[in-house]
């Protein structure tokens, strides 16, 4: 399986199963990506599975779910396939199977030792498996590299027609657009979503830079994928650069959509400590969820999903990219028309805020659409509704 370099990943495959069946005979579901970039993002066992059923059978339905033989009888009871990785998976070795156990202290030697005959066996199988049960269902998935002096952007593009430029959220990486992308995607987009700087293969200064630089990487993807116009898309954080680049490049943006984009300023401090604390990785799991759940998401959402996929160096660059940019330049996203998509549970805009940037800048300009059953995250709560809103607006624009 490749590497997870972003210079060698080019496949029709976006992703693929791993099953796994315990004592009980209940299958587990692992992911298995060619280019690595869910198993980065996604360390505990639990996580992954939790993925598969929501994201990849929530496409193909409960009458597609495969049927799991009992391959490995001595793989213990649940709470070990729910124990968390030991470390953060990094790369992948030669057999991605070795990969999945090595790293969960909850298989024993036997599994750990499982030849790499039988793991790629099984792999290749399993691949084919989910290339029939794909085919027609998800767009093609490529990633590209565009380098310009000291700066490498790479970038996953889903999909072809209209273009849709997605930036994820503070110190976070392209993965939180997976699911979404795709859907946009097969919808008859096109979907491109670059990894910022400092994350996977991006590469570029991450000191001294403001948001306008983050805008230039932005209209670099969209010049080298074909020019404009194109509507940018920005997950919290991700939406100052969406608007920035509005702003600066109003040729190659015909429309922003703000993905959970706070509407109230200064944040309140708990807020604030849940923000600092859930990404901390020397603090306890149980209490890093606890400060996910206070802050990304809704009651009934599964914040063990946000544990990982976080980058403290990205994190900080761009806080301080933001600090460093006055507020006129780019706050108003120049003159362009923007889909508001609020989650109706995010403490970051709570009810009385619905309609602040619509006062702001205009009813004839922003479109506000509220998803329920949502907070902060948004994107891991509510992927079908918020690819919906996108692809109605897109629908609609001239």
């Given amino acids: 399986m490749p590497s997870g370099q972003g210079s060698e990943i080019s496949g029709k495959l976006p992703l693929a199963l791993l099953a796994l069946a315990k004592r009980d005979q209940t299958p587990e579901y692992v992911l298995i990506r060619p280019d690595a970039r869910i198993l980065d993002h996604l360390h ?6 939790f993925y598969i059923r929501r994201e990849l059978l929530g496409r193909i339905g409960d009458r597609g779910r495969p049927q799991a033989r009992n391959l490995f009888p001595d793989i213990g009871p649940s709470e070990d396939l729910h124990r968390p990785a030991a470390q953060p998976v990094d790369d992948l070795p030669r057999s991605a199977c070795q990969n999945v156990y090595a ?20 792999v290749r199988l399993t691949l084919r498996w989910a290339r029939g049960r794909l085919a027609g269902t998800m767009p093609p998935t490529t990633t590209f590299l565009i380098e ?7 970038v996953n593009a889903y999909g072809q027609g209209p273009r849709i430029v997605m930036f994820p959220s503070l110190g976070r990486g392209a993965a939180d657009f997976d699911d979404i992308a795709g859907r946009i995607a097969a919808a008859g987009y096109r979907v491109l979503c670059p990894e910022p700087r400092g994350i996977g293969a991006s590469r570029g200064p991450l ?14 993807v969209i010049e080298h994928d074909g ?3 194109a509507v940018g898309a920005g997950h919290a954080f991700g939406n100052f650069v969406a608007r920035t680049t509005a702003a600066d490049f109003p040729e190659l943006v015909r429309a922003v959509v703000l993905l959970a984009a706070t509407h109230t300023w200064p944040l309140t401090q708990d807020l604030r400590d849940s923000i600092n604390k ?20 809704a009651p009934r959402s599964n914040a063990r999903v946000w544990l990982g996929g976080w980058d403290e160096e990205v994190m900080h660059a761009e806080r301080d990219a933001t600090e460093a940019t006055p507020k006129p330049e780019w706050w108003t996203a120049g003159t362009a028309p923007v889909l508001d998509v609020l989650a109706l549970n995010d403490p970051l805009s709570p009810p009385g805020s619905t309609n602040c940037y619509r006062e702001e800048w205009g009813a004839d300009r922003v479109q506000i659409v509220g998803i329920d059953n949502a907070a902060h995250a948004l994107l891991p709560e509510q992927p079908a509704a918020v690819a919906d809103a996108i692809v109605a607006y897109m629908k609609k624009l001239p």
């Fill in 44 to 49: 505990p066992l639990a996580d992954l599975r």
């Fill in 103 to 122: 790293r969960n202290g909850g298989f024993s030697t036997r599994q750990r030792g499982l030849s790499e005959f039988s793991c790629g066996v099984f």
């Fill in 148 to 154: 310009r002096s000291e700066v490498r952007i790479a």
């Fill in 207 to 220: 000191h001294g830079i403001t948001l306008h630089d983050y805008a230039c990487d932005i209209a670099a």
């Fill in 227 to 229: 020019g404009g116009p």
């Fill in 278 to 297: 859930c990404h901390m990785m020397n603090l306890p799991e149980e209490l890093r969820l606890r400060h996910l759940q206070h802050v990304f998401f």
